[in-house]
């Protein structure tokens, strides 16, 4: 079955400590995305990639990493400098680039408690 | 960027049909309008979009006013397995159109039994 998966659905870890969310797609998808969701707050966007090798800052970038080395693989590095890195992260890709219509295709999200 | 306006909150009786409507009093004439609903804990999933005509697929049917300022997301028979977060999005045209997405509140629907 073609889609979006995410890995680990739940994850915990200690302040300062770096932490790496997967995000690997199968539907051969030119565009990704990663957004993060808080309680009360619509989704906001952190990164996107329009291909391989290409990425650019969201709206709220600061203290995220991302890399773009294959098309099917989009992980996202959350830092020590995020200041409130507890949330409900969520990857997304769509076909056709980041200029066409399609829709998003969403993963089953990572919800990471940092403690 | 247009914005949208929804109820926060629904209520369904299972079998009786949904209709969610919003608002988007400031759409421009090429801007689509999109739904997405999420269940508790899981990723949004896509469910229809239109420009003007009023559209209908497996899901849902999608029914847009004349002066496209308003629209009505309809499941026929809800189930309880429809409980969920409904978004309704405006998505302009230009470049880059799916990071330019403003994702609000949404209505929270409860199909009950």
């Known amino acids: 079955d073609g889609g979006i998966t995410q890995s680990p659905k739940y994850l915990f870890r200690k302040e300062g400590q770096n932490v790496t969310l997967s995000c690997e797609q199968n539907l051969n998808h030119d565009a990704m995305y990663w957004y993060r969701q808080d309680p009360g707050q619509g989704l906001r966007l952190i990164y996107y990639?329009?291909?391989?090798?290409?990425?650019q800052k969201g709206d709220i970038a600061e203290g995220y990493s991302v890399s773009r080395e294959k098309k099917e693989s989009f992980p996202l590095t959350v830092t020590s400098a995020q200041k409130n890195p507890t949330a409900f992260y969520l990857c997304a890709s769509s076909a056709g680039g980041d200029y066409s219509y399609n829709e998003q295709f969403f993963g089953p999200g990572t919800r990471l408690t940092v403690l | 960027d247009a914005k949208t306006t929804q109820p926060p909150s629904m209520d369904c009786a299972e079998g009786r049909a949904a209709n969610l409507p919003c608002n988007h009093s400031?759409?421009?004439?090429?801007?689509?309008v999109y739904w997405y609903r999420q269940i508790h804990s899981q990723g949004p999933q896509y469910i229809i979009h239109?420009?003007?005509?009023?559209e209908t697929n497996e899901m849902a049917s999608l029914i847009i006013t004349e002066d496209r300022k308003s629209s009505t997301l309809i499941l026929p028979h809800a189930t309880l397995r429809d409980t969920a977060v409904y978004y309704c999005i405006v998505r302009p045209p230009n470049a880059g159109n799916n990071r330019k997405l403003i994702w609000g509140l949404g209505t929270s629907l409860a199909v009950n039994p």
């Open positions: 990639s329009q291909i391989v090798n290409d990425f």
């Open positions: 239109g420009l003007k005509n009023n």
């Open positions: 400031t759409i421009s004439g090429n801007e689509y």
